[in-house]
C-alpha cells in the first residue's frame, strides 16, 4: 500500500506558465515533506521541503502548499522553465531521527517553450 | 558533484557472479541509505544504518548484503541475483537530526544501473 501518490504520472507545461505538481499521503504521522527532482541518468536532488508546522514555503520560483487535513501536498513552479522538464518526487518522513523517506512514483514535468 | 559518489555507475552481472557497489559521502553526515529504483515504481528503501548500525531493513533478499564499515562509506554486495534485480541503485546519506528545517534532508550520488544477465 502506497503511503505516498503522486497521482499524475507526466504534466505538459508550456513555458512561462505555471506548473503545478501534486502528491497525497496516507499516514497522518508524517510531518516533514520534501520534493526531489531528477534528471535522466543522475541520482535526485533536493528541491524544497516542508514541516507540518507550516502552510507554505516558498523558494524562488518554487513554493511548496500542504494541505495537513486533506493530506495533500503541491509543489507550484512559475513561471516554469525547459530547464525544469525533469521527473519530480514527492517524499515524507516520520517524526523519528535516523527515518528514512517514503517516495513517490514520480511525476514526469515537460516543459515546452 | 553532489557529494556522495557512487561507483561503479555502470555494471552488467550473470546471475552466479558476486559483485559489490560501493558509496561514500563527503558530506561529513552521519547516516546513509540504499535504494532501489525500478522501472514506474517508487524508490524503495532497501537498508538505514544510522551512525554505522543498520537501523532498517525492508525485507531485502538475502542476495543483497550491506556493509557499513564507518560513516562516510557504504557497500552493497551482490550475489545470485535475477534479472528482476536490474534497476538503479541510488545511495543517500543525511545528516541524523530532531527539528528544524532540514530534519531528513536525504542527499543522493548519482546511482550504479545494473543490469542481471
Known amino acids: 500500500d502506497q503511503q505516498v501518490k503522486q497521482n499524475s504520472p507526466s504534466l505538459s507545461v508550456q513555458e512561462g506558465r505555471i506548473s503545478i505538481l501534486n502528491c497525497d499521503y496516507t499516514n497522518s504521522m508524517f510531518d516533514y515533506f520534501l520534493w526531489y527532482k531528477k534528471y535522466p541518468a543522475e541520482g535526485p536532488t533536493f528541491l524544497i521541503s516542508i514541516s507540518s508546522i507550516k502552510d507554505k514555503n516558498e523558494d524562488g520560483r518554487f513554493t511548496v502548499f500542504l494541505n495537513k487535513s486533506a493530506k495533500h501536498l503541491s509543489l507550484h513552479i512559475v513561471p516554469s522553465q525547459p530547464g525544469d522538464s525533469a521527473v519530480y518526487f514527492c517524499a515524507a518522513s516520520l517524526n523519528q531521527a535516523g527515518t528514512a523517506l517514503i517516495f513517490g512514483k514520480g511525476t514526469t514535468l515537460s516543459v515546452s517553450s | 558533484e553532489t557529494g556522495v559518489t557512487q561507483t561503479p555507475r555502470h555494471l552488467v552481472m550473470g546471475m552466479t557472479n558476486k559483485k559489490s557497489l560501493k558509496c561514500e559521502q563527503h558530506l561529513g553526515h552521519n547516516a546513509m541509505y540504499w535504494y532501489k529504483q525500478s522501472a514506474k515504481k517508487p524508490l524503495e528503501l532497501m537498508f538505514v544504518?544510522?551512525?554505522?548500525?543498520?537501523?532498517e531493513n525492508n525485507s531485502v533478499p538475502s542476495r543483497f548484503s550491506p556493509e557499513c564499515p564507518n560513516s562516510s562509506h557504504l557497500f552493497l554486495h551482490l550475489h545470485t541475483l535475477q534479472p528482476e534485480d536490474s534497476a538503479l541503485y541510488l545511495c543517500?546519506?543525511?545528516?541524523?537530526?530532531?527539528?528544524?528545517?532540514?530534519?531528513?534532508?536525504?542527499?543522493f550520488g548519482e546511482g550504479s544501473w545494473l543490469t542481471v544477465v
Open positions: 544504518y544510522s551512525l554505522e548500525e543498520r537501523v
Open positions: 543517500a546519506s543525511s545528516q541524523v537530526l530532531t527539528g528544524g528545517e532540514k530534519r531528513n534532508t536525504i542527499y
